[in-house]
T-cell receptor, first 111, second 114 residues
Framework: QKEVEQNSGPLSVPEGAIASLNCTYSDRGSQSFFWYRQYSGKSPELIMSIYSNGDKEDGRFTAQLNKASQYVSLLIRDSQPSDSATYLCAVDLYNFNKFYFGSGTKLNVKP | DGGITQSPKYLFRKEGQNVTLSCEQNLNHDAMYWYRQDPGQGLRLIYYSQIVNDFQKGDIAEGYSVSREKKESFPLTVTSAQKNPTAFYLC?????????????FGEGSRLTVL
């Protein structure tokens, strides 16, 4: 099993819809989880961090964490074409301040 | 400007040459990282440093070397021993504190071997 796994996509949603991105991780004891957005040819930018079970909302973005299931997700409400990018899930596995990344999910939002 | 500066943005190398990628930060962050990204793939950790004068190998350290003589600087050397060095290289920093330490990235350096 890879340390951090994501569906590679592409995930296509119409403009205005909810996009749901998922991520699983290998270490049950991990405490810190992050979602990054990466446009083609650019470096990743942080969207959300989440440390506790449950939901965390920031504008159109909601991160959801379930440590028992080793699962973290990102919901994007009212998706816009400008949201089209690759979304990377990152986990501080083993809490060593050493960050592992999934392979990313490519999101296409169609006008 | 505050942040992380990587240079050069683009670099071409002939086979058999060593090249050094620069990473400088003024965020006063303790931890610094080098990642490699290949087309259509996620980020793989090359080396990381939690504190000055100390660093650890990541998952793909072979063919690379680093130093951490100053808190602000973490240069990466891609040696001739790295068989397939063409990639996008990303430097990142973190405050180093668990449960609050998000990663922040520089703009990246794109290395092409001719």
């Amino acid at each position: 099993q890879k340390e951090v796994e994501q569906n590679s996509g592409p995930l296509s949603v119409p403009e205005g819809a909810i996009a749901s991105l998922n991520c699983t991780y290998s270490d049950r004891g991990s405490q810190s989880f992050f979602w990054y957005r990466q446009y083609s040819g650019k470096s990743p930018e942080l969207i959300m961090s989440i440390y506790s079970n449950g939901d965390k909302e920031d504008g159109r973005f909601t991160a959801q964490l379930n440590k028992a299931s080793q699962y973290v997700s990102l919901l994007i409400r009212d998706s816009q074409p400008s949201d089209s990018a690759t979304y990377l899930c990152a986990v501080d596995l083993y809490n060593f301040n050493k960050f592992y990344f999934g392979s990313g999910t490519k999101l296409n939002v169609k006008p | 400007d505050g942040g992380i500066t990587q240079s050069p943005k683009y670099l071409f190398r002939k086979e058999g040459q060593n090249v050094t990628l620069s990473c400088e930060q003024n965020l006063n962050h303790d931890a610094m990282y080098w990642y490699r990204q290949d087309p259509g793939q996620g980020l793989r950790l090359i080396y990381y440093s939690q504190i000055v004068n100390d660093f650890q190998k990541g998952d793909i350290a072979e063919g690379y070397s680093v130093s951490r003589e100053k808190k602000e600087s973490f240069p990466l050397t891609v040696t001739s021993a790295q068989k397939n060095p063409t990639a996008f290289y990303l430097c990142a920093t973190s405050s180093g504190r668990s449960n609050t330490g998000e990663l922040f990235f520089g703009e990246g350096s794109r290395l092409t071997v001719l």
